[in-house]
C-alpha cells in the first residue's frame, strides 16, 4: 500500500470499494479515482491513443492527458473520464481503455514499434489515393487500432439540466486568490457567485504545506469558504467548472450535481449547465505545470511534481517508493522536500540549473537529498518507471527509481482570458504566457495572472475581488491580506532534452512527440496553427493543457525566433469538454420542443385520432376505424363522407391576427398583392403576399368585420413570421399608419365544417335568429354570432374543400364542445370528423395551393394568382415581382397531372422530362409538388410546377423519380381536378 | 428525462398531484375565473388612454413591464403602448365601453392560461428556465416581464414577497409549461392543484 | 450576446430575432428607377468591420423592431432604441 499512515484530506471513517479492470480495490470518501488507484499501488492506467503505449498518471487535476478511463457500467458507461477529476464513490466501476485483449498485453502496441512510419503528417501523406480506399480500408482500420474509450450504447438514463445566475462579480477558481476575491468582492457587497471544478474549496492551499495567517493552508481555505457560503449575497458553487466566457458577461459552466455518486439523487439532474450573466469576472483559475520533453517521459510513473504533492499532502498517497525530482525551477524543489519529510525516498533532485536558491539546497543536504545541477534526465527504462538515464558534466549516470516527478515551469491557466479573441503575452521572466486583453469585465489574479508565490495571490485575489467589487459602485476600504510567505519560484526556460534516446512526448494524449514538431518545421507547417493541426499537438480532449506552449516552444527554438514571436493557438471554449447532452438540458426526447395541442385535442383523441406533428402543433392526420386496413382507406372514406354529406376538421392552427385602426384598409393594400380596403364589411377574401424580393410568402383570407376591424388568417407554418413581417411594417416602413395588430390564434378554436349537407348540421348548433341562407350568408361571407346557446362565435363561410363549407369560431374553452355539437347534429348525416391528410387530398383536388407550391422560389404568376395582383396600387415585392426573369414565361407554373394509364401511382419529388428524353438534369422541366390519390376520381392526381405548365394541358410527359425508381408517364391536366367551375362552393 | 414525466403525454396539462422529491418546494395553482384582454393603442392615443384609465379606472397605465392594481381591473405592461388587463366578468365589454377607441382591445381569456407559483424554492426552480433575474433585490412585487421560458413565450408578474409570481401562458404552450415546471420543481417537490 | 431593449431591459440575444442592416430605407417604389433602387434594397448590403446598425426584434419579450448598434468585431452592443418614429416614412 502506498497510502500514508496519517495526514491528507480524506475521511478515513469512510472507506470506500470500487473497482479498476475488475480488481476490487479501496479508498476513502475524499479521494479521486487517481489517488485511489495510487493509494492501492496501480500504475498502469491506460494505453495512448496513437502508440498504445502505457500509460499512468500524470497530474492531479483537469488538465490530466493519460488517465483517460471508461466510468461506470451499462447504460451509464462514459468513456474518457480523466481519473484525476472522478470523486471516488462506493462502488465505482472503471476500465482502461483502447487496449486489446488487455491493459497488460495490447495486441495494438505493435504500433509503438511502427511509430517512425506514424509520425506526423503520416494519414495525410500516406492515404491520399486512392480515395475509396480510405473510405472502405484505412479509416476503419485505424478507427479500431487508434482511439478513445467505448461510448455506451444504451440512451443515458439520467436527467440535465440548464439554469441561469446573475451577479455582479464571478469568481473563476477558490484557491488562495479566488477565495480572496470572492471575499473582498462580498465584504463590499456585491452580489458574488464562487465556483471551483473541485469538489473541495481551497486549490493549492490544500496540496502544498503552507501557512496563512498562522494556520495551515487547507484550513484556512476550509474558514473562508465557510464565511463565504454562510453571506446571502454569495453563492458557492463546488464540482463546477466555468468553461466558456462569452458576449456581453455570459458565462458557461457545468455543475456536476451527481457524478460523484453512482448515480444521480432521485429527482436530481446528473449536470446542471449554468449561463451565469456577470457583471465583474475574476479569473483566478491557477497555473499548470508543464512536462519536460525527453524520451521516455511518458512512461507509468512519470508525474508532474506539483501532482505528486498533491497527492502526498491532499491524499496521503505516495505515487512510488523511490523517487527523482527532475526540474528547471524551485517549486519542484518543495516538492522533493515534501517527500522528504513525509518519509518518502528521495533518490535525487535533477535541475538543470547550475545555481539554486541556497535555502532549497541546504535543506535539501539537511534531509539527505542527493542533488545533481547541471544535470539532464535523458531516457527511461521499464513498463512502468524502473530506472532512469541522467546525464551531468561527470557523465551518464542509472538511478533506479519507479517514480519520476518533472517540472518544466509553470503555464498560468489564462485560457478563459483568451476566449474574447485575447491573445496572451509571453513574460521572459517566469518563461510563461500572461493574459493580454482579457474578455471586457474580466480580471485575471493570482497564479493565472503570472503572480506565482502564495502571499502575491492572496494579495492580488483581495485586490482585483475589491476592484470588481468597486467598478459597480461597492466601495469598502478592502482589508490586508492574509499573512503568507512568497515561496522562492525562479525558473529557467528549458523544453526539452536535446541529447535524449527514444520517443519524447510533447503532446502526451495525442502522441506528439517532439520528433513530429521538428518534421512539421521541417516540411513548412511552421506557424502555431498549422503546427496544431498538421501534428494535432494539442487537439485532444485534453486541448493541450500540458503541451501547448511546451511545443510551440520548441516550434520557436527549432525556427530561431522567440517565443514571443512565434505566438500562442486560439483558445475556444469549453475549458474541458461539456456533455451535449448538459446542453440540451430538458429538452429531450418528447420535450426536445414544446408540443402544441389544438383546443379540439381530447376530442379528436376519443375519436381514435392518429396525430401528426406539424410544425410544434400536435394535429389529427387521419380517424381510423374498425376494420379499415390503411391509412389510405381511412382518409379515402373521409374525403368520400365530406364530398358526399358533411366533415369536419379542427382548423384552430392557422394564424389569426386581430388588425384594428384607421388605415387597416390602406395597410393590407400594401401587404396583399390584391386590394382589401374595398373589401366590404362581413365578406371575407383570400389574399396572397409577397416578400419583398418578388416571391410569394404565403396566403390566406382576411375578413373584414367592421369598418376599421379586420381578422387575418395565415398558414399554420407561417403565423408567427407573417406577424413578425406586418410588425416590421408598421414600425419601421410606415410608422404613420394607425393600424394594431394582436395576434388571436389562441383564442380561437375554429372547426371547418365541409359538404353539401354542412348548412343543416350548422343549423342545429347555432343559436336562434341567425340567418344561414345563401342569401344572408354567401360564399365568403362572414358573421358574428352565437352558437350552443349563447356562446359568442364567428362564422366564415369559406372552403379549403371545395365544399359548400363554414368555419365556426368559438372561444377555445368551447372547442371541444362544439365539435361535440357538431358531431352529434351530423349523426343523421354520416358526418365524419377527418385530418390533415383528407384536408390536404381534397385541396389538391381543389388546386389550391401548399406549403409545396408555396416553397420561397414561386412568383403568384407561377402559381396562377397573375390576375389576382392589383395594378393599381404599391404593393410590398411588386416592384422586384415584375423583374424580367419573374415574368420569363418558361418558369414552371402550376399545373395538374394525372397517370396515363389511371393506375400509377403518382410521386411528390418526380422531376418532369419530355417524352422520350433521358431522366437527366439537362431535361428537366419542372416538378411534382403534391400527389394525392383522388377518391373522387379514382386515381392519382398530382399538382406539379412544370416550365409554361398551364399551357401545355392535354401532352403528356415522362414523371422520373430516380431515387424511388418511379417512370410515369402523365397527363397534363387544369390544377382542378373537382368541380372546377365552384358550383358546390356557392349552394 | 424523468420517467415520471414520460408516463404523460406532451399535449396535456400534468394533472393535479405531487411530483418528485417530497415536500412542497413549488406549488402550482390554476387560476381561472378571471377574464383577460389584449389593450394595444397607436403611440399618438397613449396618453388619451392613460386619462381614460385614470378617469374611469383609477389607475396609471403602466409605462413599463409593470402592474397597476386597482379593485376590479389590472393592467401588466407588455410592450410600448401594449397592456393585458385581467378583471372579473365582462372585462372586455367594460373596457370596450371606456375605451375604445383609443386602444383596440381584443378578448384573451380563452388565449391565456394563468398559473400562481409560490414556494420556497420556486426561483430556484425558474431560474431553470428563465434568462433574466428574479432575485429579490432585483425583481419586486409589481414587476412584469415578457419574456421566454423553456422555449415558450410567457408574460409573468410578481405579485407579493412570498414570492407569488402569475404566470400568463399562451393556451396551446399549457403542457410544455406544465412539464417544464414539475421537472425542474422535481428535486424540489412539486405540488400542482 | 445581451441587448438593451429599451422597454425590457436587458435580455439576451436568443430572445431576439435579426433582420441585418438597419441603415438602407425602403425606395420609393413610384420612382423612376424604382426596379434598380429596389435591386439595391434588397440585395446589396455593406459588411463593416466596427460599429453597426442591425434590426433586431425582441420576439420573446415585448415585439418591438430595435435599431441595435453592434461592434462587429467585438460582439459590444453600443445602443439599441426602438426603430418606430425613427425609420423612413413612406
Redesign the interface.
Known amino acids: 500500500m502506498s497510502r500514508l499512515r496519517q495526514g491528507g484530506l480524506i475521511d478515513r471513517s469512510r472507506p470506500l470499494s470500487f473497482s479498476f479492470d475488475g480488481r476490487s480495490l479501496a479508498g476513502f470518501a475524499g479521494d479521486t479515482l487517481a489517488s485511489a488507484l495510487i493509494a492501492n499501488d496501480v500504475a498502469l492506467v491506460g494505453r495512448s491513443f496513437k502508440y498504445h503505449r502505457p500509460r499512468g498518471i500524470f497530474s492531479a487535476g483537469s488538465e490530466e492527458p493519460n488517465a483517460l478511463v471508461e466510468l461506470g457500467a451499462g447504460a451509464r458507461r462514459e468513456p474518457n473520464t480523466r481519473a484525476t477529476t472522478v470523486e471516488l464513490y462506493d462502488g465505482l466501476i472503471a476500465a482502461s481503455q483502447n487496449r486489446w485483449p488487455s491493459l497488460a498485453f495490447d495486441l495494438f502496441a505493435i504500433n509503438a514499434l511502427l511509430s517512425p512510419l506514424l509520425g506526423a503528417g503520416f494519414y495525410y501523406k500516406t492515404f491520399m489515393w486512392p480515395a475509396k480506399a480510405w473510405e472502405k480500408i484505412y479509416e476503419p482500420a485505424i478507427r479500431r487500432a487508434a482511439g478513445l474509450g467505448r461510448a455506451s450504447l444504451e440512451p443515458d438514463p439520467d ?1 440535465y ?6 451577479c455582479d462579480v464571478l469568481v473563476i477558481g477558490a484557491g488562495p486568490a479566488g477565495l480572496m476575491a470572492a471575499r473582498a468582492s462580498a465584504r463590499a457587497g456585491a ?1 458574488v457567485i464562487l465556483a471551483d471544478e473541485d469538489f473541495l474549496l481551497g486549490g493549492r492551499l490544500n496540496a502544498e504545506r503552507c501557512e496563512v495567517d498562522g494556520e495551515a493552508g487547507s484550513a484556512f481555505a476550509a474558514n473562508a469558504v465557510a464565511e463565504l457560503a454562510s453571506l446571502p449575497n454569495v453563492r458557492v458553487f463546488s464540482r463546477t467548472t466555468v468553461f466558456g466566457v ?5 458565462y458557461g459552466a457545468l455543475e456536476r450535481v451527481g457524478d460523484h455518486l453512482a448515480e444521480p ?5 446528473r449536470q446542471r449547465l449554468w ?1 451565469i ?1 456577470a457583471k465583474r469576472a475574476v479569473l483566478a483559475a491557477g497555473a499548470t505545470e508543464r512536462p519536460i520533453v525527453f524520451g521516455g517521459n511518458d512512461r507509468p510513473g512519470v508525474m508532474a511534481a506539483q501532482a505528486v504533492q498533491t497527492y502526498l499532502n491532499r491524499f496521503a498517497a505516495m505515487p512510488a517508493r523511490q523517487i527523482a525530482l527532475f526540474a528547471n525551477n524551485d517549486s519542484a524543489w518543495r516538492v522533493g522536500l515534501d517527500i522528504a519529510r513525509a518519509g518518502g525516498e528521495v533518490a535525487a533532485i535533477i535541475d538543470i540549473r547550475r545555481a539554486v536558491a541556497p535555502t532549497l539546497t541546504e535543506e535539501a543536504r539537511r534531509l539527505g537529498v542527493r542533488i545533481l545541477l547541471g544535470g539532464q534526465v535523458v531516457s527511461t527504462s521499464g513498463k512502468r518507471l524502473r530506472s532512469i538515464k541522467v546525464a551531468t558534466e561527470k557523465g551518464v549516470e542509472r538511478l533506479s527509481v519507479d517514480g519520476l516527478a518533472i517540472s518544466g515551469g509553470f503555464s498560468p491557466n489564462l485560457h478563459l482570458a483568451g476566449h ?2 485575447g491573445r496572451p503575452a509571453w513574460k521572459d521572466d517566469i518563461a510563461a504566457f500572461v493574459p493580454g486583453r482579457a474578455p ?1 469585465g474580466l480580471l485575471v489574479a493570482g497564479a493565472a495572472a503570472g503572480r506565482f508565490g502564495l502571499a502575491a495571490c492572496l494579495a492580488d485575489g483581495v485586490e482585483k475581488g475589491a476592484m470588481a467589487a468597486r467598478d459597480l459602485g461597492f466601495h469598502r476600504k478592502p482589508d490586508a491580506p492574509p499573512r503568507a510567505e512568497d515561496e522562492a519560484a525562479a525558473v529557467e526556460p528549458f523544453w526539452r532534452v536535446g541529447a535524449s534516446r527514444g520517443a519524447a512526448f510533447v503532446d502526451f494524449q495525442n502522441d506528439v512527440t517532439a520528433k513530429d514538431v521538428q518534421i512539421a518545421h521541417a516540411e513548412g507547417f511552421r506557424a502555431v496553427e498549422h503546427l496544431k493541426r498538421y501534428t494535432t499537438l494539442g487537439m485532444a480532449t485534453d486541448q493541450g493543457k500540458t503541451s501547448n506552449v511546451t511545443g510551440l516552444a520548441i516550434m520557436a527554438a527549432l525556427a530561431g525566433r522567440s517565443i514571443a514571436e512565434t505566438g500562442a493557438t486560439t483558445f475556444r471554449p469549453p475549458y474541458t469538454p461539456v456533455a451535449i447532452a448538459a446542453f440540451a ?7 426536445f ?7 379540439t ?1 381530447a376530442w379528436a383523441e376519443r375519436q381514435g385520432a392518429v ?1 401528426v406533428e406539424t410544425g410544434l ?2 394535429r389529427a392526420q387521419y380517424f381510423p376505424r374498425a376494420g379499415e386496413r390503411d391509412w389510405l382507406e381511412s382518409v379515402t372514406r373521409e374525403v368520400k363522407a365530406t364530398r358526399a354529406s358533411v366533415g369536419l376538421i379542427d382548423a384552430s392552427t392557422f394564424g389569426k391576427i ?1 388588425l ?2 384607421r388605415d387597416v384598409g390602406a395597410f393590407l393594400d400594401r401587404v396583399y398583392i390584391n386590394t382589401f380596403s374595398t373589401l366590404p364589411i362581413g365578406k371575407v377574401r383570400y389574399g396572397i403576399m409577397l416578400r ?2 418578388g416571391f410569394v410568402m404565403d396566403d390566406g383570407t382576411t375578413a373584414r368585420l367592421g369598418e ?1 376591424h379586420y381578422l387575418m388568417t395565415t398558414t399554420t407554418a407561417n403565423a ?1 413570421k407573417i406577424y ?1 413581417h406586418l ?2 411594417c ?7 399608419l ?1 393600424v ?3 395576434s ?6 375554429q372547426i371547418a365544417l365541409a359538404g353539401p349537407n354542412a348548412r343543416r348540421v350548422l343549423r342545429a348548433v347555432i343559436d336562434a335568429g341567425v340567418d344561414l341562407s345563401n342569401d344572408a350568408l354567401p360564399y365568403m361571407g362572414a358573421r358574428e354570432a352565437t352558437v350552443m346557446g349563447g356562446v359568442k362565435a364567428r362564422l366564415f363561410r369559406v372552403s379549403f374543400s371545395g365544399e359548400l363549407g363554414y368555419e365556426i369560431a368559438v ?4 372547442g371541444e364542445a362544439l365539435a361535440n355539437a357538431l358531431m352529434e347534429a351530423g349523426r343523421g348525416y354520416d358526418i365524419a370528423p377527418y385530418g390533415v391528410e383528407a384536408l390536404s387530398v381534397m385541396r389538391i383536388e381543389k388546386g389550391h395551393v401548399s406549403g409545396p407550391e408555396l416553397n420561397g422560389q414561386t412568383t403568384a404568376r407561377d402559381l396562377g394568382f397573375g390576375r389576382l395582383a392589383s395594378a393599381k396600387k ?1 404593393y410590398i415585392g ?3 415581382a ?2 424580367p426573369a419573374l415574368r420569363d414565361p418558361a418558369r414552371p407554373s402550376l399545373a395538374g397531372f394525372k397517370p396515363v394509364d389511371r393506375v400509377s401511382r403518382l410521386r411528390a419529388g418526380a422531376h418532369f422530362t419530355a417524352l422520350g428524353k433521358p431522366a437527366a438534369i439537362e431535361h428537366d422541366e419542372g416538378h411534382m409538388t403534391s400527389v394525392a390519390f383522388s377518391p373522387s376520381l379514382g386515381h392519382w392526381i398530382g399538382l406539379g410546377l412544370l416550365a409554361r405548365g398551364s399551357e401545355r394541358i392535354g401532352e403528356r410527359m415522362r414523371a422520373c423519380d430516380p431515387v424511388r425508381g418511379g417512370d410515369v408517364e402523365v397527363e397534363i391536366c387544369s390544377p382542378v381536378f373537382v368541380d372546377p367551375d365552384g358550383e358546390r362552393l356557392r349552394v | 428525462m424523468f420517467d415520471f414525466l414520460t408516463r404523460f403525454p406532451p399535449a396535456l396539462v400534468i394533472p393535479p398531484g405531487r411530483y418528485g422529491a417530497a415536500g412542497a418546494g413549488v406549488i402550482a395553482t390554476r387560476i381561472e375565473g378571471l377574464e383577460i384582454a389584449s389593450l394595444a393603442a397607436a403611440p399618438d392615443r397613449i396618453e388619451e388612454l392613460r386619462g381614460r384609465c385614470r378617469a374611469d379606472f383609477g389607475l396609471d397605465l403602466p409605462a413599463g413591464p409593470r402592474r397597476a392594481a386597482g379593485e376590479d381591473v389590472e393592467f401588466i405592461g407588455v410592450g410600448p403602448g401594449r397592456w393585458l388587463a385581467l378583471g372579473g366578468e365582462g372585462l372586455e365589454e367594460r373596457l370596450r365601453s371606456r375605451l375604445s377607441p383609443a386602444a383596440a382591445i381584443c378578448d384573451q381569456s380563452d388565449g391565456l392560461i394563468l398559473f400562481d407559483l409560490t414556494g420556497p424554492r420556486l426561483r430556484d426552480t425558474l431560474a431553470k428556465g428563465l434568462a433574466i433575474d428574479i432575485d429579490p433585490s432585483v425583481f419586486r412585487p409589481g414587476d412584469a416581464a415578457t419574456t421566454a421560458v423553456a422555449l415558450i413565450g410567457v408574460t409573468f408578474w410578481l405579485l407579493d414577497e412570498k414570492p407569488t409570481f402569475r404566470f400568463a401562458v399562451p393556451r396551446s404552450y399549457a403542457p410544455a409549461f406544465s412539464r417544464f415546471l414539475v421537472a425542474s420543481a422535481a428535486e424540489f417537490g412539486c405540488v400542482v392543484s | 450576446m445581451r441587448i438593451p431593449c429599451p422597454y425590457c431591459g436587458w435580455r439576451d440575444a436568443q430572445e431576439f430575432a435579426y433582420l441585418g442592416d438597419a441603415t438602407v430605407e425602403r425606395p420609393d417604389p413610384a420612382a423612376a428607377d424604382a426596379p434598380a433602387r429596389f435591386h439595391d434594397y434588397v440585395y446589396l448590403r455593406e459588411n463593416p468591420a466596427g460599429p453597426h446598425s442591425e434590426l433586431w426584434r425582441h420576439s420573446a419579450g415585448c415585439r418591438q423592431w430595435l435599431a441595435v448598434r453592434r461592434d462587429t468585431t467585438t460582439h459590444e452592443i453600443i445602443a439599441a432604441e426602438f426603430v418606430r418614429g425613427r425609420g423612413a416614412r413612406r
Open positions: 436527467a439540466e440548464k439554469a441561469h445566475a446573475f452580489r462569452y458576449d456581453s458577461g455570459i439523487l432521485a429527482y436530481a439532474p449561463r450573466v474574447h479573441g471586457p438540458g430538458h429538452h429531450r426526447g418528447k420535450d420542443r414544446p408540443t402544441r395541442p389544438t383546443p385535442h396525430f402543433w400536435l386581430d384594428q385602426g419583398e424580393d376599421t408567427a413578425q410588425e416590421f408598421l414600425q419601421k416602413l410606415w410608422p404613420e394607425d394594431k395588430l394582436t388571436v390564434t389562441e383564442q380561437w378554436a372561444p377555445a374553452r368551447h404599391h411588386r416592384v422586384m415584375d423583374r
